[in-house]
């Protein structure tokens, strides 16, 4: 170390001069040093949050009001108010199942009642399939980055085939999309379904192996951020890869991370979106799929004062680490990652028919 930074060093962290005359070695300095300029880099980032919070609540300082009664939007951020609407309320108990939480034994499950946004991204798919009239036996569907996850039986029970597609591989992602799903599907299924709408496929989510113009829907749910390349490459080629294989008049039902507060992503494999790169890196990159409906990012007051949990927390709150009392008193909507504010986005498309 340099006089330089050890000047530096003891002008922000004064109290170690005192383990300096105490004669502690070299090893303990440094690994207090490190303690203090990580507690020093948490309260920074605290600060910015609850900045940004406070600013927030000042522009949206007229209450976010949603109609219980009314038809939600679809295109849209996930705010704590969405479970109040009659829709959604119909829906997401359908996706709490209790047998399939104590099997898995609260891992990635919620108990009936419980706020989190992973089923506020199904509810607002299915509440989209139902209005485009694609929730019907007569719709073959595919599912892109798809895991494992419950709404894929849930969706083998209402289309007329469904596509679920993974790498179904990498060891990172094994609690999320098994090895040996493709194969028994229905080991990990949290109701009875029907086994012969379901198909899973190992497939890479940038190079869909089937024709152009195949599916009635194409959905992915928080997957496509993760899909690596430089400056959202992964994703909008999967995007793409969307587009070609669904039919003109089709839907794409597309859920991915957000950042409420402008920051930029934290890494490759973690690239989300945020205000300037939610268009100029997609929506506005696609030809032929548009939005159905104008994207809203608001933010409600009551999302910013009851619905964000820390990186840590969250990560309890899915592998079930966590008591029902923390995450009752926790809605897990808005996951504090640092000094960046991710929540989920919901975009829907309809594929034009080509000029």
Known sequence: MTLKRKISTISHHPSIIKDLLSGKSKSEIRM???????????????????????????????????????????????????????????????????????????????????????????????????????LNENSTAIGVGAGKELILFYLANHLGHLYATDLYSTKDWETFAPADFPQN??????????????????????????PSDSFDVVFSFSSIEHFGGENYSGALKSLKEMERVLKPGGIAVVTTEYIINNKNPPDLTNQFYNERTIYSHLIDKLDLMKLVEPLDL????????????????????????????FKQANPYIVI????????????????????
């Not at 000094?339 to 028919?353: A, P």
Request: proline fraction near 3%.
């Open 32 to 134: 207090k040093i490190h303690e203090l300029d990580e507690r020093a880099r948490k309260s920074a980032e605290d600060t910015e949050v609850q900045s940004f919070i406070t600013k927030q609540k000042q522009v949206f300082n007229i209450s976010y009001h949603i109609d219980p009664n009314a038809t939600i939007k679809l295109n849209k951020l996930c705010c704590i108010e969405d479970w109040d609407n009659h829709e959604v309320k119909q829906i997401i108990p359908k996706l709490q199942d209790i047998a399939y939480y104590n099997k898995s034994q609260g891992v990635l499950a919620r108990k009936p009642g419980q706020i989190h946004r992973k089923d506020w991204e199904w509810t607002l798919g299915i509440i989209a399939m139902k209005k485009f009239g694609k």
């Open 185 to 210: 599907p229905s080991k990990y299924s949290p109701f009875p379904y029907n086994h012969g709408a379901l198909t899973v496929l190992r497939m890479n989510g940038t190079q869909l192996e089937f």
């Open 298 to 325: 608001t933010i409600s007051r009551k999302t910013l004062d009851k619905g964000i949990i820390d990186a840590a927390d969250a990560v309890k709150w899915d592998t079930s680490r966590v008591d029902d009392n």
């Open 336 to 355: 504090k990652l640092g000094n960046i504010l991710v929540t989920s986005i919901m975009l829907v498309f309809r594929k034009n028919k080509k000029a």
